[in-house]
């Protein structure tokens, strides 16, 4: 059973960069491809970002492309989000997510573990 925690959520203003975080316990981190979603108010859950297990490999939503950056230490067993140019309508929870078997990495039904979430607020 792997523990995902996401911290580093906060209100910011239109422009501005948040970086997120989330660590893992309880598993071989290094493993999982990881993922990041989010969650606007009455929308459905969607695709922001994953890296493959070893970092190699990125893939990005079109919303966030050239704005947000995935990566990951292995070492920390922690994934980062670096979320740069934010907008207002990047408001939403951000959740991280593991999934063991790389594959259709946009769907949320093929992540094994999810964490709590974090919001960001982006004022405009």
């Known amino acids: 059973q792997v523990q995902l925690v996401e911290s580093g959520g906060g209100l910011v203003q239109a422009g501005d960069s948040l970086r997120l975080s989330c660590t893992a316990s309880?598993?071989?981190?290094?493993?999982?491809?990881m993922g990041w979603f989010r969650q606007a108010p009455g929308k459905e859950r969607e695709f922001v970002a994953v890296?493959?297990?070893?970092?190699?490999?990125?893939y990005y939503a079109d919303a966030v492309k050239g704005r947000f950056t995935i990566s990951r230490d292995n070492a920390k067993n922690t994934v980062y989000l670096q979320m740069n140019s934010l907008k207002f309508e990047d408001t939403a929870v951000y959740y991280c997510?593991?999934?063991?078997?790389?594959?259709?990495?946009?769907?949320?039904?093929?992540?094994?573990?999810w964490g709590q979430g974090t919001q960001v607020t982006v004022s405009s």
């Open positions: 890296i493959s297990w070893s970092g190699s490999s990125t």
């Open positions: 997510a593991a999934m063991r078997t790389y594959r259709d990495y946009g769907a949320a039904s093929n992540y094994d573990y």
């Open positions: 309880g598993g071989t981190f290094s493993s999982y491809a």
